[in-house]
T-cell receptor
Framework: AQSVSQHNHHVILSEAASLELGCNYSYGGTVNLFWYVQYPGQHLQLLLK??????LVKGIKGFEAEFIKSKFSFNLRKPSVQWSDTAEYFC???????????FGAGTILRVKS | DAGVIQSPRHEVTEMGQEVTLRCKPI?????LFWYRQTMMRGLELLIY????????DSGMPEDRFSAKMPNASFSTLKIQPSEPRDSAVYFCASSSPDRGGEQYFGPGTRLTVT
């Protein structure tokens, strides 16, 4: 069965610090990869996605993620976080053969101003 | 497009009462998903439909939970009888096959069972 592992459950950073959130998945076939963000009290929104092509994907609000197939990883990065990035971040995987998303447990990011 | 619509946004009910949550997917999306989110268990997939047919209900916690999709534009999640441990935020999401699995989430229903 597919699974998604997010390395950290809680991350605390100061404004302007760099961010990297780890995500690894277990599935041997072709996958589509996603990062969703959930701001406090809101629903999940798509941050970025990878289907094919350039493994470095740029999303909204300055976020990017890199797909490394050999490591089954899809880590999320941002060079300089802002207080408004405080949210929970979910990595998700879709096996090409199905339409279900398998979500990681989420990483709660708190940015101190 | 109005996005995924859920109602009510908040529901407070007493233990033992029946609760019905509603969802209208994005027009043209033929997959619909129901999730539950709590602090303790995180985001859980309860059930999903394809073309109004339930495909996987293995996440439904117990027989008190049921879901239906009578047509392409409407789905319900019913809890009868409700219990305090059902308190959570329930999200509905929809997608279409040509979106590569990308799901669009509704605003959620915050359920409190007292």
């Amino acid at each position: 069965a597919q699974s998604v592992s997010q390395h950290n459950h809680h991350v605390i950073l100061s404004e302007a610090a760099s961010l990297e959130l780890g995500c690894n998945y277990s599935y041997g076939g072709t996958v589509n990869l996603f990062w969703y963000v959930q701001y406090p009290g809101q629903h999940l929104q798509l941050l970025l996605k990878y289907f094919s092509g350039d493994p470095l994907v740029k999303g909204i609000k300055g976020f990017e993620a890199e797909f490394i197939k050999s490591k089954f990883s899809f880590n999320l990065r941002k060079p300089s976080v802002q207080w408004s990035d405080t949210a929970e971040y979910f990595c998700a995987v879709n096996a090409i053969s199905g339409n279900k998303l398998v979500f990681g447990a989420g990483t709660i990011l708190r940015v101190k101003s | 497009d109005a996005g995924v619509i859920q109602s009510p946004r908040h529901e407070v009910t007493e233990m033992g009462q029946e609760v019905t949550l509603r969802c209208k997917p994005i027009s043209g999306h033929d997959y619909l998903f129901w999730y539950r989110q709590t602090m303790m268990r995180g985001l859980e997939l309860l059930i999903y439909f394809n073309n109004n047919v339930p495909i996987d209900d293995s996440g439904m916690p117990e027989d008190r939970f049921s879901a239906k999709m009578p047509n392409a534009s409407f789905s319900t999640l019913k809890i009868q009888p409700s219990e305090p441990r059902d308190s959570a935020v329930y999200f509905c999401a929809s997608s279409s096959p040509d979106r590569g699995g990308e799901q669009y989430f509704g605003p959620g229903t915050r359920l409190t069972v007292t």
